[in-house]
């Protein structure tokens, strides 16, 4: 794909989630949606906070293609640098960890993660623009354009670090509240949610690895993090 194709992609994608996030964020007006937002808004869901980091991601993506075509790659480095920072760490992991977590579960039992009861509130196609499209999207970045992973503990520091504070935060609102942001851990005990937890994050960091070994199938040794020299 040419630059100009890349830049365009960027855009529509940009586009795309700056929609869903401006929609999703106007449901808290409708009776029957703002239910679903109390105790924490909409940022307590792990699926609304990727949707905004994927619209962060492809802003500083399209910000990326502007400026290259500008004033070309050597000016541009620190922007490249948090592109793919952003993208490898984070943009890419979390949506996959969203599509896979959310669709096993949901195939398992519905009602432990999305009950059935949403489907009159919500419709489908919000559903899959925001659980579904978002890996594809991802996998297609992958394909479109190399990314430089950091050093592997830099990268999985990152990524447990984000982990944690959502964790943090879902833990926050259950003492606050005495509400789950999803129905799964209420069947769990003190034991099985810190099970849960971990067994989640061991889950991210596989995606991490996958995503790694995926960008080097793609794109070779170009793009693989250099170990400094002692």
């Known amino acids: 794909m ?13 586009s795309w989630y700056i929609f869903l996030n401006c929609y999703i964020s106007q449901q808290g007006e ?16 792990l699926t609304f906070l990727n949707l905004f980091l994927q619209a962060l991601f492809y802003g500083v993506a399209c910000l990326e293609d502007v400026l290259k ?3 070309g790659k050597k000016d541009i480095k620190f922007i490249t640098a948090f592109r793919d920072l952003l993208f490898t760490t984070l943009a890419f992991p979390i949506s996959a960890f969203v599509f896979l977590s959310f669709w096993i579960l949901f195939l398992y039992d519905r009602e432990l993660v999305y009950p059935k009861a949403l489907d009159g509130i919500f419709p489908v196609w919000l559903n899959h623009a925001m ?15 190399p990314h430089c992973y950091p050093l592997k ?5 990152l990524l447990a670090v984000a982990s944690l504070a959502y964790v943090s935060r879902v833990l926050w609102i259950y003492s606050e509240t005495g509400t789950w942001v999803y129905p799964v ?27 790694e070994k995926l960008n080097h199938w793609k794109w070779g040794d170009t793009m693989q993090p250099r170990k400094k020299r002692k």
């Open 153 to 157: 503990k830099k990268g999985l520091a």
């Open 131 to 145: 659980r579904t499209s978002v890996l594809p999207f991802s996998l297609a970045e992958v394909i479109l354009r």
């Open 2 to 14: 040419t630059r100009t194709s890349t830049c365009i992609y960027h855009f529509f994608v940009l």
């Open 185 to 211: 851990f209420a069947k769990l005990s003190p034991v099985g949610l810190a099970a849960f937890f971990s067994l989640s994050y061991i889950f991210s960091v596989g995606i991490y690895l996958f995503g």
């Open 30 to 45: 409708d009776r029957r949606k703002s239910k679903v937002f109390l105790n924490g808004g909409q940022w307590k869901y």
């Open 69 to 71: 075509r500008a004033k």
